[in-house]
């Protein structure tokens, strides 16, 4: 049965829902007032790869193998989406290799946790001492061949598709939104009946997109633990580097020769405290109120997953998965074990931090 569809925000997470809902049939409006076709502001330009920094880790503690291997299932069919809506729309799909990397000893004790938890899920990362960086990196975790696209000309084919379509974009919501579903997917969202806000974690990201001396160009992809946190996307001979604490300008000065800058923006964006995000709905089912969120600066897999998961709710099919609803708790172990790890940091009893930092 057709429904009317309004989705808050025309990020990539929002497009794909549009797009995906109104080839569904359904009748769908997109709602953003500072969309800027043909413009990055907003995106989050980190590959569409199934390595994420330590994501893994922290769902496996947080909420045991169950969610671990339904993360991991996800991350998967979200990057399969990607790699098909690209081709649909026209926009190359470029493979790199993809690292997480880190120079500090006390962040390297974590990589050997975060290969663990990824092998667990069904993955199989692997540890290289080979370069393909502008940097001297203790042993790199590696996931060969991740794709990568261009994010500001795959949000502008999600645009272009969605409104050929049939969708439509608009500045407010559509008189008659509240007759049907209403979907946010904003970084934190628009409405909040299930404390989703006070459970985020607001961060904003510094882009550059940059060529460099041919020689000097990096040959993979990266994750960096270091300083907070960075991220690096390499699709032959251009790249963008994003960082969680500062402007990259600094660190490409000092780590790449022949820089040429090409852009830079800001983006903002939450993370959930268990590192899975918030997808499903908030307050009573009759009220049709969806959120997606919380994806920190992995949306473009996260989000694509996301709007597989709504898509099958909006429909009403009897299979659709929610494994990120927003009403969850963690174990009570992994709470112990986590307060276990704060005191034993505290007094001294470990010098290894008890948690990997995160922004």
């Not at 109120?289 to 992995?298: E, Q, S, Y």
Request: hydrophobic share 45%; charged share 20%; net charge negative.
């Amino acid at each position: 049965m057709a429904e009317r569809v309004t989705v808050i925000g025309a990020g990539l997470t929002g497009l794909l829902l549009g797009l995906l809902s109104v080839r569904a049939g359904h009748r769908v409006t997109v709602v953003d007032s500072g969309l800027h076709p043909g413009e990055p502001r907003g995106l989050m330009a980190a590959p569409a790869a199934v390595q994420q920094e330590l994501q893994y880790h922290h769902v496996w503690r947080w909420a045991g193998t169950p969610a671990l291997q339904a993360y991991a299932e996800q991350v998967r069919l979200g990057q399969d989406l990607v790699v098909a809506a690209a081709d649909d729309i026209g926009v190359p799909v470029h493979r790199s290799d993809m690292a997480t990397v880190t120079t500090d000893g006390m962040e390297a004790f974590w990589l050997r946790y975060e290969v663990q938890a990824m092998r667990a899920a069904g993955l199989d990362p692997e540890f290289t001492d080979a370069g393909g960086l502008p940097l001297t990196t203790r042993p790199q975790l590696l996931s060969p061949d991740q794709p990568v696209v261009d994010v500001t000309a795959f949000r502008d084919g999600l645009l272009a598709a969605f409104q050929s379509s049939g969708g439509e974009v608009a500045y407010a919501a559509p008189d008659d939104a509240g007759t049907g579903w209403v979907v946010s997917t904003t970084p934190e969202p628009v409405f909040d009946r299930a404390g989703i806000r006070a459970r985020l974690r607001p961060a904003t990201w510094n882009w550059v997109e940059f060529t460099a001396d041919p020689d000097a160009m990096p040959q993979r992809s990266m994750s960096d633990l270091d300083d907070g946190g960075r991220v690096l996307t390499v699709a032959g001979d251009r790249a963008w580097l994003g960082s969680r604490n500062a402007p990259g300008l600094d660190w490409l000065v000092r780590h790449i020769d022949g820089v040429t800058v090409r852009n830079q923006w800001q983006a903002t964006t939450t993370a959930t405290l268990d590192a899975r995000p918030f997808v499903g709905a908030v307050g009573h089912p009759a009220h049709r109120r969806l959120v997606a969120c919380g994806f920190d600066c992995w949306e473009i897999t996260l989000g694509a997953a996301a709007a597989v998961q709504l898509l099958g709710v909006i429909s009403g099919r009897d299979d659709a998965t929610l494994p990120w609803q927003p009403l969850r708790a963690p174990r009570p172990a992994a709470v112990a074990r986590a307060a276990w790890g704060r005191v034993r940091h505290g007094l001294k009893i470990h010098p290894v931090t008890p948690f990997p930092r995160r922004g």
